[in-house]
């Protein structure tokens, strides 16, 4: 039997083998000649869905009551993952308990995850809460501060100094329950606690 013959009984198989090697050849061809990609020259932070200027911003516990109140002079919120970034945000955590004032605080940034449970604040934070009862004036300073205001926690690894009238506690890294008013510092930790006066 010739090639000629062999080849004329198996004219399909063959037509499928010669289209299959031409389209290889051709893609080989394409990506041999075709220009390199298009890099991408976007140079920046990630791009917003919406920006607002000089906004207010609430956030609700499972409970419908507020659990973080933030007012700033500029919102981005990402596109993606829907978090927000805050320039020099000032934020109220509401008080659990009736009678007790709320903590109030700014820092340079911050920035909030989409359901409003993790809050971060960066650069210098300063917060203070005002007299009220027997209980005096309280102010924080530190900064990188993790925040969950549903659950009115927060924490640092940063140095941290705390206030309260004539009381002073400092410390490296701390840990705060701002409902039971409960501090705890972690490293390098050093108080002043004057004696108390009698009640008469």
């Known amino acids: 039997m ?22 290889v ?23 917003s869905g919406y920006t607002l200027a000089d906004f207010k911003g609430y956030v609700y516990g499972e409970d419908g ?17 829907d978090s927000l970034y805050i320039d020099s945000p000032r934020f109220q955590l509401p008080a659990k308990d009736p009678g007790v004032p709320d903590w109030q605080g700014e820092s340079r940034y911050g920035w909030v995850d989409k359901s409003g449970s993790l809050l971060k604040l ?6 203070h809460r005002p007299a009220y009862g027997d209980t005096p004036q309280a102010e924080l300073h530190t900064s990188e501060v993790t925040a969950w205001p549903k659950e009115n926690r927060m924490e640092t690894a940063e140095p941290a100094q705390l206030t309260q009238g004539a009381s002073r506690m400092s410390g490296v890294g701390m840990r705060a329950n701002l409902t039971d008013n409960h501090l705890e510092l972690l490293d390098d930790s050093h108080g002043s606690f004057p004696p108390r006066k009698r009640k008469s």
């Open 122 to 127: 960066q650069g210098p934070v300063y917060m």
């Open 2 to 23: 010739s090639l000629r013959e062999y080849l004329r009984d198996r004219r399909l198989t063959v037509a499928i083998v010669l289209v299959g090697a031409a389209a």
């Open 65 to 81: 009551r507020p659990s973080f109140r933030v007012t700033g002079p500029r919102l981005d919120r990402r596109e993606g993952d």
């Open 25 to 47: 050849f051709s893609q080989l061809l394409l990506w041999w000649l075709a220009p390199a990609p298009k890099a991408n020259d976007f140079i920046g932070p990630p791009r």
